[in-house]
């Protein structure tokens, strides 16, 4: 069974950091693009960060310059470190992923269940 799991997220005040990791498990032969979205309260998801299996990386304007998105292939995971975080950042953070898996012939789009990130001002 193919999961996605993120772990690391919780109550903060602002300015402060966390980092977000989510690990891919199961029979996957390869790992695409990978990348974090978010969903405030009462808002549509939206994406926050993605990076290529090149490790090119893409980020929304309002996270830009304070997060940074990163991957270690080797152990199929993917991070987002979270710096001067405010409190509009408060949201579920869900980790989604690309893969091939080893019986199938082409890639699908994974998603986790969430971790909630709370800042308080």
């Known amino acids: 069974q193919v999961q996605l799991v993120e772990s690391g997220g919780d109550l903060v005040q602002a300015g402060g950091s966390l980092r977000l990791s989510c690990a891919a498990s199961?029979?996957?032969?390869?790992?695409?693009?990978m990348g974090w979205h978010r969903q405030a309260p009462g808002k549509p998801r939206e994406l926050v960060a993605s990076?290529?299996?090149?490790?090119?990386?893409n980020y929304a304007d309002s996270v830009k310059g304070r997060f940074t998105i990163s991957r270690d292939n080797a152990k199929k995971t993917v991070y987002l470190q979270m710096n001067s975080l405010k409190p509009e950042d408060t949201a579920v953070y869900y980790c989604?992923?690309?893969?091939?898996?080893?019986?199938?012939?082409?890639?699908?789009?994974?998603w986790g269940r969430g971790t909630q990130v709370t800042v308080s001002s």
């Open positions: 199961g029979s996957i032969f390869s790992v695409n693009e």
């Open positions: 989604n992923a690309n893969l091939l898996l080893t019986y199938a012939y082409s890639e699908r789009n994974y």
């Open positions: 990076i290529s299996s090149g490790s090119s990386t």
